[in-house]
């Protein structure tokens, strides 16, 4: 009976890390959830904080989800819910996430999202 339950937590151990950066939550608590979806000919980003002193929000973006690169800065408004557009994304498997720079200079960073763009029209 014991090693049917140390089985049963073991596989689900596991099973929740097959895919990190395809979760639909953030690793940081400062993130209540960040979502990517494909939008025109570009990318959509949603995403909600859960905690106050946020000054703004560093959105980067990978081809190869190793290297990232810096596509814009959002400013924190007040509000808990924030949108952003990537209008020019290019064709591929795209890698988002993003970095929380908080008013006392700490930073929090989201969950990686992915979206396929297959071709611009």
Not at 3 to 24: E, G, K, R
């Amino acid at each position: 009976m014991a090693f049917v339950a140390f089985l049963a937590i073991t596989t689900s151990a596991v099973a929740t890390n097959v895919h990190p950066s395809y979760t639909q939550g953030a690793t940081n608590s400062c993130f209540s959830y960040f979502r990517v979806h494909r939008q025109m000919n570009g990318a959509g980003l949603m995403w909600a904080v859960n905690q106050q002193g946020v000054a703004q929000f560093i959105v980067e973006l990978s081809y190869d989800g190793e290297y990232y690169d810096k596509i814009n800065e959002v400013p924190a408004h007040g509000s808990s819910q924030y949108r952003f557009t990537h209008r020019d994304a290019m064709p591929g498997l795209l890698h988002y996430r993003l970095t929380a720079v908080m008013t006392d200079g700490s930073t929090s960073e989201s969950s990686v999202q992915t979206v396929r763009i297959i071709a611009r029209k």
